[in-house]
């Protein structure tokens, strides 16, 4: 099912955890909206994701009256920890488990610390969207599966962030969306957009309207469309012409499915520098949206490297 965990870039077919991946999909969920409860509003959504840390996925600090407070999924030490800067902190094992027993016992870490979470008790982008308190459907959790969607992760995060240090115009971080369950960054030219149809199961249409009211390319890497998950790369609004501009590298293609395009991320695994693969890949979709949408790429764009110097010479 898996490779050893020491690989850089982990093989975890899609087919081999989705129990554990539902499950986990629902506790992001979770923990996600308790962050979206207490942080205030920014463009697109942005105060509500996750993000990649060196033992799993965290919220980063969360105003909480006067303080601040953290909930982090460490899927090494196989727990979710709640650190707050007044009440010290609160430890969950992770273990199979409804997700029913999961919201219960976070909230009652949540109650102890002084922490409120008054939170829409419900999935989002999910058809059913059982209610947190009422799902005992949900309840696998394999360790290994975890660990290793999060050293894919870890890889993704690396070289999308690397990608992003060559725009200079508005972008997002590289954070994690627990709605769709993506890791994504997201850059934009400047422009407004057209108002988003909506149309996403159990998410208002108001959400997406928020989320895409500036013209974009977006990219990014979620466990679906390919066998051991996919990085995808999009546009919006689409520009004429992106779908049947060449990309590489050799094994990507435009999904009429999902449309957008995909590097299936066994395809990247396999190549012999994956690096290099996924930042091809991302390099170019990204030029397929901006040229055919007659971005202002020379005001968007600049070499990371410009502030580099050579080291002075030692006598």
């Not at 870039?9 to 991946?21: A, E, F, I, K, Y």
């Not at 991302?282 to 764009?301: F, I, K, Q, V």
Request: aromatic share 12%.
């Amino acid at each position: 099912m898996t490779s050893p965990p020491t690989t850089s870039w982990p093989s975890l077919r899609v087919s081999d955890w989705t129990p554990t991946r539902e499950t986990l999909h629902m506790w992001t969920q979770i923990v996600g909206k308790i962050r979206m409860a207490h942080a205030p509003l920014v463009n697109h959504w942005w105060q509500v994701t996750l993000y990649v840390s060196p033992r799993g996925l965290t919220t980063s600090a969360i105003p909480h009256r006067a303080g601040a407070f953290e909930i982090e999924f460490d899927f090494l030490g196989h727990q979710l920890e709640i650190r707050d800067s007044d009440s010290g902190t609160r430890s969950l094992p992770l273990r199979p488990m409804p997700v029913a027993e999961f919201y219960a016992r976070v909230l009652d870490m949540l109650d102890r610390l002084g922490i409120e979470a008054p939170i829409r008790p419900h999935p989002n982008e999910v058809e059913p969207a059982i209610p947190f308190a009422e799902d005992h459907e949900h309840t696998a959790y394999d360790g290994e599966a975890a660990a290793l969607f999060w050293r894919q992760l870890l890889q993704a995060n690396r070289v999308i962030g690397e990608f992003r240090s060559h725009f200079v115009g508005k972008a997002s971080p590289v954070h994690f969306f627990w709605g769709a369950m993506d890791l994504a960054c997201t850059r934009f030219s400047g422009r407004p957009a057209p108002p988003h149809p909506g149309g996403v199961p159990n998410c208002g249409d108001w959400v997406m309207v928020e989320g895409y009211s500036r013209e974009l390319s977006s990219c990014g890497f979620w466990p679906g469309g390919g066998d051991e998950g996919a990085f995808y790369s999009y546009a919006y609004p689409e520009p004429d012409g992106f779908a049947d501009q060449p990309i590489g590298p050799e094994g990507a293609y435009f999904s009429t499915e999902f449309q957008q395009f995909l590097l299936p991320y066994e395809v990247a695994r396999a190549a012999p520098d994956p690096d290099r693969a996924v930042a091809e890949f991302l390099h170019t979709t990204y030029e397929a949206a901006a040229n055919r949408g007659r971005w202002d790429r020379s005001a968007l764009e600049d070499d990371p490297f410009r502030w580099r110097r050579p080291e002075p010479a030692i006598d």
